[in-house]
């Protein structure tokens, strides 16, 4: 089976805009922080003029992401969305917090995302391989706890024509939980996509599974939809849970969203 570009490839930022709590000194003070990305310690400078502005949240506002053409309603409610799909294991830790940069508890943060070959559950031959199709792989949610942290397994992404490696997500509140696992209701308070750095991509890339994917790739910087923004336009910041690519890694982002 050849490759076939898919329709994703023209999506561009739109809409409502969010709110994302910066990471690094100014963070350190917040309920959230301990969920949210370490940044290096700055070099120590003294004086009475560097004290104040360490305990104050620096909030930046970053446009939503588009839903692109892959999303399924009704997914699974789960921490663990891996279905035994192989690639390098990813621990996403995403903290919601709202305008006041408050923690936001017993919301709902679901993301789905391709595997190592660029398929999506319930679209798949779109980046032309032939693999069983559940509907449900790499796809799920999990509510926030009382800091507004959520927890999800899954594993690195691959990718396909036209897209850098990326993660999808939403946040939503007031859902209710249903009796065959999933969730239904509620309201929908940000749609966004998760990045990753090209420099730890470059080297997964060689790695199987994903050096069997042989679409060629979009680097960050040729992607249609991420900005150039970093965190606030949903970059991730990547801790290695190993030495070697293969072992994986832990991903953080603290997500502000309007609650009203």
Known sequence: MTDTPTNDTSEAPVGRRTVLIATG??????????????????????????????????????????????????????SDVTEGKAGAPLKLVLTVVDAACAPVGNALVEIWHCDALGEYSGYVGNNGHSEADDGTFLRGGVLTN??????????????????????????????????????????????GQLFFSETITTAMAK???????????????????????????????LTALGSTASAGYTGTLTLGVETS
Request: proline share 7%; aromatic share 6%; charged share 10%.
């Open 146 to 191: 009382t800091s507004g942290v959520a927890n999800i397994t899954t594993i690195y992404p691959g990718w396909y024509r036209g897209r850098c490696v990326h993660i999808h997500v939403k946040v939503h509140t007031g859902v209710t939980l249903t009796s065959d696992g999933s969730f239904t209701g509620g309201q929908e308070l940000h749609t």
């Open 207 to 237: 790695v199987s599974p994903y050096s069997t994917n042989k679409v060629t790739r979009t680097t960050l910087t040729q992607d249609s939809v991420y900005d150039g923004g970093g965190a606030s336009s949903g970059l991730l910041t």
């Open 25 to 78: 000194a100014s963070a350190a003070a917040l309920a959230v922080a301990a969920a949210a990305p370490v940044a290096p310690s700055p070099a120590p400078v003294t004086g009475p003029a560097d004290a104040a502005p360490a305990a104050a949240a620096v909030c930046t506002l970053t446009k939503e992401m588009t839903e692109g053409p892959y999303y399924l309603d009704g997914q699974l409610v789960r």
